[in-house]
């Protein structure tokens, strides 16, 4: 995953300027994987896990906006390119209604619509987008610090406590763009796994990248998905 940020940034350089940051706790491992994809890096205990990923964002403070992605999650190129555009325009807070969730060791792809009710104007929590200035109403940190889990919901809480909303986009991917595409990978050992999963999403198919991800980016995630089944 961390190779492909990496092809993203080469590969996008007359766009925009990525610079990724890792949270790991595998001490000198995890530390020369992000080191060797050009990422930074910070070393963090599992949990509390909202420390560990505020850590990451503090590492990111210098950048225009930063995208929270976790180490399973893939979002397309174009996905990232409409981001900064809508920053560069004002835009604080963007978000995707809807997402895919692709099954390790089948393949299988479910289709997540988006929340239901209260939470029904609240975006998924692959690749949300917050600008700096938006951080910094923040204190810098988009989460309470001590939490293990209800990372989502945390933040869209700290966001509405705000004495003013921030400037948002929250649209589906088909909204977002064309060419928009957020997925995260699965297995039976997640948290969230795919037998919670299964009854909120609304499509089960077949996954196929090739109309989101390019040749050499699908076999990047062709190898991530069979180190995630092993």
């Known amino acids: 995953m961390l190779r492909y940020y990496q092809r993203a940034g080469d590969t996008l350089s ?6 990724g940051c890792a949270a790991g706790s595998e001490g000198n491992a995890s530390r020369e994987l992000a080191v060797a994809a050009g990422f930074r890096y910070v070393e963090r ?3 509390p896990l909202s ?3 505020n850590a990451a964002v503090t590492e990111l403070g210098d950048a225009d906006a930063v995208v929270i992605l976790g180490s399973d999650d893939w979002i397309s190129h ?18 995707l209604r ?21 939470r029904r104007t609240e975006p998924v929590g692959v690749g949300r987008c917050l600008s700096r200035s938006l951080l910094a109403r923040l204190g810098g940190s988009p ?4 939490l293990r889990k209800g990372l989502d919901g945390n933040m869209t809480k700290r966001l509405r406590a705000l004495t003013s909303p921030p400037r948002s986009h929250v649209v589906s991917m088909k909204a977002m763009g064309s060419g928009v595409c957020a997925l995260d990978i699965k297995t039976e050992t997640n948290i969230w796994g795919l037998r919670e999963l299964r009854p909120i999403c609304v499509e089960s198919r077949q996954w196929t990248a090739t109309q989101h991800f390019a040749r050499q980016d699908r076999e990047e995630l062709d190898a991530a998905m069979k180190i995630a089944s092993a």
């Open 98 to 118: 809807d997402q895919f969730f692709l099954d390790a060791r089948t393949r299988e792809c479910l289709k997540f619509a988006g929340y239901k009710g209260k």
């Open 14 to 19: 007359d766009k925009l300027h990525i610079v």
């Open 45 to 47: 205990p599992n949990f």
């Open 51 to 53: 420390d560990k990923w």
């Open 143 to 146: 989460w309470d610090s001590g």
């Open 78 to 95: 174009p996905t990232l390119t409409t981001y900064a555009r809508l920053v560069a325009d004002g835009v604080a807070y963007i978000g």
